[in-house]
């Protein structure tokens, strides 16, 4: 098994572009969901998923939109770039949505906002 | 309403040491608990977990922590550091029936030899 990987590992916009962070993983995981990491923050939940079809927002949902349109597949959109999205961003998958069950995190993808 | 509070934002120990990361959470309900891991450049990893049943937990590494319920405490500790220990450690708190894990602002453990 692959876990939870991401694409890119690093990614450059300037203000205003918009573009989508990528998320898969091959683990038949019900859960998915969408963490930005800040200096001093900790992991803030951005949007979640507990299937196909079903989304919701997290604390930080402002500017960012998601759809899973299958169980592996929870790719993240950045409507238009602002330099405070300038951030590491995890995606991470779990078997179920009870809360009981361990999170698996992808590698990251870092990303800066000029 | 959940949160998590980790007291201190950087703990330096000596190879050997004990190692002690402070944990605090509020919770309106039981909640399940979480420590994880996070090495350099990479994703987050279980240490370990507090579901239910013995409120002593033992973990990867030698890494073990206890659930205090009248403390709301949660905090991890490690009887000897080693230098690959050297990381940051984040404490997780979520609940029966919800779907959002709350995660405190992080510990980063410093290691000296």
């Known amino acids: 098994n692959a876990g939870v990987t991401q694409t890119p590992k690093f990614q450059v916009l300037k203000t205003g572009q918009s573009m989508t962070l990528q998320c898969a993983q091959d683990?038949?995981?019900?859960?998915m969901s969408w963490y930005r990491q800040d200096p001093g923050m900790g992991l803030r939940l951005i949007h979640y998923?507990?299937?196909?079809?079903?989304?919701d927002q997290g604390e930080v949902p402002n500017g960012y939109n998601v759809s899973r349109s299958t169980t592996e597949d929870f790719p993240l959109r950045l409507l238009s770039a602002a330099p405070s999205q300038t951030s590491v961003y995890f995606c991470a998958s779990s078997a179920t949505s009870g809360g009981a069950d361990t999170q698996y995190f992808g590698p990251g993808t870092r990303l800066t906002v000029l | 309403a959940q949160s998590v509070t980790q007291l201190g934002s950087h703990v330096s120990v000596s190879e050997g040491a004990l190692v002690l990361l402070r944990c605090n959470y509020s919770s309106s309900v039981p909640p399940y608990l979480f420590w994880y891991v996070q090495y350099p450049n990479q994703g987050l990893q279980l240490l370990l977990k507090y579901t239910t049943g013995a409120t002593l937990v033992k973990g990867i590494n030698g890494f073990e922590a206890e659930f205090k319920k009248s403390e709301t405490s949660f905090h991890l500790t490690k009887p000897s550091a080693h230098m690959s220990d050297a990381a940051e450690y984040f404490c997780a708190v979520s609940a029966t029936g919800g779907f959002k894990t709350i995660f405190g602002a992080g510990t980063r453990l410093f290691v000296k030899a």
């Open positions: 683990m038949n995981h019900e859960y």
């Open positions: 998923s507990v299937g196909a079809g079903i989304t």
